[in-house]
């Protein structure tokens, strides 16, 4: 035997093994259905966009607490197995106690109460920023994951500042 003919037989046991590892996981590559964008990635990117205002009747203020919450489980998802019960759970739970306190806030009448719901969510947001510099320092998450954070936390900030000042008005 050549070894032309040595090196075509042995592309075609690959590729033979190849279908067949294919076929026992039952991949969706040996079906056709294969996505040439989520072919070589890990996992989908999570693009941030711009912080754009609410299409529906909610106040801006819950779209960004939202978006912060969504992005905070987007990037602790890989985070290290030591620091998961930790800072990142503390991250996590942060960033919904934030949402809650503004529902409860948006749902009370009386407006001492509704303060204290909107402090109570100021709170949050500055622990979240301080778990977030915690997590960047334990390595949980990356500098330019800390930005971004940082970036929708103020903007949630200054949102949440100018609902209590209306709030104050009344």
């Known amino acids: 035997m050549t070894d032309d003919t040595e090196e075509k037989e042995s592309a075609v046991r690959l590729e033979n093994l190849e ?92 407006v001492a109460d509704r303060l204290t719901y909107q402090k109570r969510a100021a709170v949050s947001l500055k622990l979240l920023d301080f778990y977030a510099e915690t997590a960047r320092k334990k390595q949980a998450i990356t500098i330019r994951q800390t930005g971004v954070l940082a970036q929708y936390v103020a903007e949630t900030v200054k949102l949440l500042n100018g609902w209590i000042k209306s709030t104050k008005r009344r």
């Open 19 to 110: 279908k067949e590892i294919l076929y026992e996981l039952n991949s969706p590559d040996y079906y056709g259905l294969e996505d040439p964008a989520e072919k070589n990635a890990a996992r989908k990117p999570y693009r941030v966009n711009d912080f754009d205002t609410p299409h529906d009747r909610e106040m801006a203020v819950f779209t960004h607490a939202k978006k912060l919450s969504e992005y905070v489980f987007v990037i602790t998802e890989k985070s290290p197995k030591k620091l998961r019960w930790s800072i990142v759970s503390r991250l996590q739970n942060a960033s919904v106690e934030v949402i809650e306190n503004l529902y409860h806030a948006n749902f009370e009448r009386e």
